[in-house]
Nanobody, 115 residues
Framework: QVQLVESGGGLVQAGGSLRLSCVATRSIFSVYTMGWYRQAPGKNRELVARITSGGSTNYAESMKGRFTISRDNAQNKLYLQMNSLKPEDTAVYYC?????????WGQGTQVTVSS
């Protein structure tokens, strides 16, 4: 019941920063959990970070202290601020929304970190 569109990916040098954005086609005020996942070549999709409607966050261990997830419910947007990027962060990053137990995904945005 929602479409998600990511943007903000690109090529960045190690140690640099990127800010990913996700725009939803419907209100996200009532969406309890939204998040970011990523999938690197030859790897399974993995959790990056999640945020609830109340602002509680959860990060994968390797992202703690470097990435920050946030949401702007009034603008129907989800963000991921990525700092101190490493080559191993290279992946396609996907926006996710869980609505009534069903996961919805965006098309993904490519993040490439050069050494």
């Amino acid at each position: 019941q929602v479409q998600l569109v990511e943007s903000g990916g690109g090529l960045v040098q190690a140690g640099g920063s990127l800010r990913l954005s996700c725009v939803a086609t419907r209100s996200i005020f009532s969406v309890y959990t939204m998040g970011w996942y990523r999938q690197a070549p030859g790897k399974n999709r993995e959790l990056v970070a999640r945020i609830t409607s109340g602002g509680s966050t959860n990060y994968a261990e390797s992202m703690k202290g470097r990435f920050t997830i946030s949401r702007d419910n009034a603008q129907n947007k989800l963000y991921l601020q990525m700092n101190s990027l490493k080559p191993e962060d290279t992946a396609v990053y996907y926006c996710n929304a869980r609505i009534v137990g069903t996961d919805y995904w965006g098309q993904g945005t490519q993040v490439t970190v050069s050494s």
